[in-house]
RNA sequence: GGAGAGGUGGCCGAGUGGCCGAAGGCGCUCCCCUGCUAAGGGAGUAACGAGUUUAUAGCUUGUUCGAGGGUUCGAAUCCCUCCUUCUCCGCCA
């Protein structure tokens, strides 16, 4: 969410900076409505400062034994007045904070202006592309030839877009997440997490998945007034991130680097006819998360680390990659600056998305009220918060099958995952 | 799943209808005292929102005692629903 006082203060300016990311902001509308909620706001805080004031003095005269009916009475139709006042600013308070709500993250100045994934900014690139002297299959068809991709099996169990996997090539994508776990831990100062992956609807308004989002999500109920019941995570962003609500930490606890290996839900709703073949976008897929929560002035600082955490998994298994840098209209509802990274992927001969990492300031925390105390002064302040993916395993897989694959349909196994399987080095 | 007892400020803990936003303690900050240290004395110390303001200063004001409803002129205190913690029993990887 982001600050009401850019919309009070500084309206114009942001409608500006969200037209970049193709949100139009009814700058008329939030103005009148602002306009409104002020003024029935002072009237409804004086009405109850008035019976504040009234219910103290009748206690007082009942303490001096006088007759307080009278008094009562009065009050009572005070107490009419105030309840129509409540009323009516609480529905124009809901009515601020709906739209509020559906207000994406102010773009950082040094994301590039863009509309669309095409003006995406390439930073960098790395590794080699292997030129291959035989015709390259896609990992489906990998998969499949070596008995470890079964598509059709998990289409009888659950339905598309899920997948069973078998023997060693079950075990690599094991392999892969106990690596990028054993990386982040041991070399990138993360502490492993493991956590819930039903979560409450609090949570996910604390993430800002709700209420926007709640068509991508999974639920345990259908959503109903009462509520809609937990649903499945997303992604580890959001147990992860919420550790941080509520809690008031100590300036010197940050930065705090914390990662987790999950399962991630996604219904993919209005993604039907995209990608329908593989494991690139799947109902399940694990992925490893990276999650950081830091000082605000340290945040851009700690998305250029959180990006180099990612990239060194690909690096270490010598995949070849870009980085981008995600132009105003692409970027994601709660990210100020995010990066992508992009992992070659030699039968579709593009790059693909494997992580995508973001600053999201203080528009998460904000919600959640993730605060510290900085040192030596009275008044907490927000933190800000860093999400990024270390990788999406189920992707990670893809490119390790189709980037090491050999002629005879074999895999090699890369250098750093060889220990994971005992040693061995080529699938089939 | 059953029975019982709880959820109060950074922490502990008192408070069963009216100067209670909340005694007391711990912690923390500042000051004093003590030639260091330990101890002692004093003062201060919740969050969030609105208005005013150059101001995250001050002032005025509202809300918040697990959450949401209700009763009442007035609710931490009474009633209802939910969440959650603990103890005992049951079940269980």
Known sequence: MLDPKFLRNDIEKTAELLANRGFKLDVDLINSLEEKRKSLQIQTESLQAERNSRSKEIGMAAKRGEDIAPLREQTAELGAQLDAAKEEFTALAAQIQEIAYTIPNLPHESAPIGKDEDENVEISTWGTKKSFDFEVKDHVDLGEALGGLDFKSAVKISGSRFIVMQGQIAKLHRALAQYMLNLHTNHHGYTEMYVPLLVNADSLYGTTQLPKFGDDLFNTKPATEEGVGMSLIPSAEVPLTNMSRDVIYDEADLPIKITSHTPCFRSEAGSYGR??????????????????????????????????????????????YRKVVLCTGDMGFSATKTYDLEVWV????????????????????????????????????????LNGSGLAVGRTLVAVLENYQLEDGRIEIPTVLQHYMGGLTHIG
Not at 295 to 312: C, D, G, R, Y
Not at 348 to 371: K, P
């Open 346 to 385: 030699p039968a579709q001969e593009t790059y693909r998305e494997i992580s995508s990492c973001s600053n999201v300031g203080d528009f998460q925390a904000r919600r959640l009220q993730a605060r510290f105390r900085p040192a030596g002064k009275k008044k907490p302040e927000l933190i800000h918060t």
């Open 275 to 320: 990608d329908t073949r593989g494991l690139i976008r799947q109902h399940q897929f694990d992925k490893v998360e990276l999650v950081q929560f830091v000082h605000p002035e340290k945040s851009f600082e700690a998305l250029e680390e959180i990006t180099m955490h990612a990239e060194q998994v690909l690096k270490n298994l010598e995949l070849p």
